[in-house]
Nanobody, 126 residues
Framework: QVHLVESGGGSVQAGGSLRLSCAAS????????MAWFRQAPGKAREGVAN???????RYADSVTGRFTISQDNAKNTLYLQMNSLKPEDTAMYYC????????????????????WGQGTQVTVSS
């Protein structure tokens, strides 16, 4: 079992920045693939970024160059630094884990991740 708790969401104006955090506990130590997803009202949940245990990262085209995923293994915490935010980034953001998957080889489809946090809301106003 993996327990995930997100924090750091809020409301910002377009062009602003936020940093999301996700504290992991339980079996999160077993070489996981960690990821951030988001879901806007009326839309499907979409993958934003993932990071492998070996720190290899992948991003959705819509956030490449603006968002950075990282992890602090000593703190068992996942981060998502979001810069140059746009109104279309408004969504509930979730962190997710899949373990063991040290290279994130199983992709970024939501159904492949068994562990999820409760989500944190990000609202970007124009």
């Amino acid at each position: 079992q993996v327990h995930l708790v997100e924090s750091g969401g809020g409301s910002v104006q377009a062009g602003g920045s936020l940093r999301l955090s996700c504290a992991a506990s339980g079996d999160a130590y077993n070489r996981p693939c960690m990821a951030w997803f988001r879901q806007a009202p009326g839309k499907a949940r979409e993958g934003v970024a993932n990071i492998a245990s070996v720190d290899k990262t992948r991003y959705a085209d819509s956030v490449t160059g603006r968002f950075t995923i990282s992890q602090d293994n000593a703190k068992n915490t996942l981060y998502l630094q979001m810069n140059s935010l746009k109104p279309e980034d408004t969504a509930m953001y979730y962190c997710a884990a899949r373990t063991p998957d040290p290279y994130c080889s199983a992709g970024l489809a939501p159904f492949t991740f068994p562990y999820w946090g409760q989500g944190t809301q990000v609202t970007v106003s124009s």
